[in-house]
Antibody, heavy 125, light 107 residues
Framework: EVQLLESGGGLVQPGGSLRLSCAAS????????MSWVRQAPGKGLEWVSA????????YYADSVKGRFTISRDNSKNTLYLQMNSLRAEDTAVYYC??????????????????WGQGTLVTVSS | DIQMTQSPSTLSASVGDRVTITCRAS??????LAWYQQKPGKAPKLLIY???SLESGVPSRFSGSGSGTEFTLTISSLQPDDFATYYC?????????FGQGTKVEIK
């Protein structure tokens, strides 16, 4: 059974940093692209960032480019999101999501077949 | 960037109704479109991919159609468990854009 478990959310001041983690199990982690998708309170879904199975290719939404860094440790089956220079508009539930395939196979990497339960990040003074 | 627009934003319906939600892309995305269902406080769930392929375990009352820029999600006979918010998503590029969502509520 595929399981994705996010952690690391919390309250942080504007300009601060936070690192999210997503522990994966139930599939061959290194064979699949992974993404972070966020949802601001009462709002819709916004794709944030993606990483290939090997970790060699990364992709970012314009809204977070230069501030967030996605990475993965395939030996630990864990996905990360380092968030720096946080803003109030980054307040959201952050979900990790498994890609349908790896980025090498094309766009199916950005189709999400499993999601974690989410972790709340609140940016406020 | 590809923009996705769903209509309506809210839909009131009764159990047993046939429900249709529309999603339009700002440029052609071929059939690279997915539909997700989200219930309050829960993660989204994949229902349909490649515009019309039903994800394993999803009831057959859900169906999808379309290609290019116009897509629809149809629920043939609305069930109590189907009251939720539905999102379309394009994956025709190295990022994934979601529609703004359609909330299906009880009439």
């Amino acid at each position: 059974e595929v399981q994705l478990l996010e952690s690391g959310g919390g309250l942080v001041q504007p300009g601060g940093s936070l690192r999210l983690s997503c522990a994966a199990s139930g599939f061959t982690f290194s064979s699949y692209a992974m993404s972070w998708v966020r949802q601001a309170p009462g709002k819709g879904l916004e794709w944030v960032s993606a990483i290939s199975g090997s970790g060699g290719s990364t992709y970012y939404a314009d809204s977070v480019k230069g501030r967030f860094t996605i990475s993965r440790d395939n030996s630990k089956n864990t996905l990360y999101l380092q968030m720096n220079s946080l803003r109030a508009e980054d307040t959201a539930v952050y979900y990790c999501a498994k890609g349908f395939a790896d980025i090498l196979t094309g766009y199916y990497a950005f189709l999400f077949d499993y999601w974690g339960q989410g972790t709340l990040v609140t940016v406020s003074s | 960037d590809i923009q996705m627009t769903q209509s309506p934003s809210t839909l009131s319906a009764s159990v047993g109704d046939r429900v249709t939600i529309t999603c339009r892309a700002s440029q052609s995305i071929s059939s690279w479109l997915a539909w997700y269902q989200q219930k309050p406080g829960k993660a989204p769930k994949l229902l349909i991919y490649k515009a019309s392929s039903l994800e394993s375990g999803v009831p057959s009352r859900f169906s999808g159609s379309g290609s290019g820029t116009e897509f629809t999600l149809t629920i043939s006979s609305l069930q109590p468990d189907d009251f939720a918010t539905y999102y379309c998503q394009q994956y025709n590029s190295y990022y994934g854009t979601f529609g703004q969502g359609t909330k299906v509520e009880i009439k």
